[in-house]
């Protein structure tokens, strides 16, 4: 009789954990705890904004005045379709409560 343990994937094995990789990793760390960028793990606040602005902020950047470091825009080089990869993405790695208060930030 063989033994087979379970497949464990990565979140970063998820279409959106590749472009994550390729994309984000180099400002806000490979295992998404921050760097240039704010974390996207439990650590950070990404799940008090509702996907809507989570979308936004890939696509369109963001730009505050007297911060040294902004956000560009990858509505150039990520589709529609690549951006919510991503935001589906950032959700894996909250706590499931997490989850519930950024889900209930989307309207139903």
Not at 34 to 51: E, I, L, Q, R, S
Not at 83 to 96: A, C
Request: hydrophobic share 35%; proline share 8%; with cysteine.
């Amino acid at each position: 009789v063989a033994c087979s343990a379970a497949a464990t994937t990565s979140p970063f094995d998820s279409p959106g954990g590749r472009i994550y990789l390729q994309q984000c990793a180099g400002c806000h760390g490979a295992q998404a705890q921050g760097g240039v960028g704010p974390p996207f793990d439990t650590t950070g606040h990404a799940h008090h904004h509702a996907d809507s602005e989570l979308a936004q902020a890939i696509t369109d950047g963001i730009s505050r005045p007297g911060q040294a470091a902004v956000m560009p825009g990858w509505g150039g080089r990520l589709s529609p379709q690549q951006v919510r990869q991503v935001v589906d993405f950032m959700k894996t790695l909250w706590t499931p409560e997490q989850r519930a208060q950024q889900q209930a930030l989307n309207p139903q």
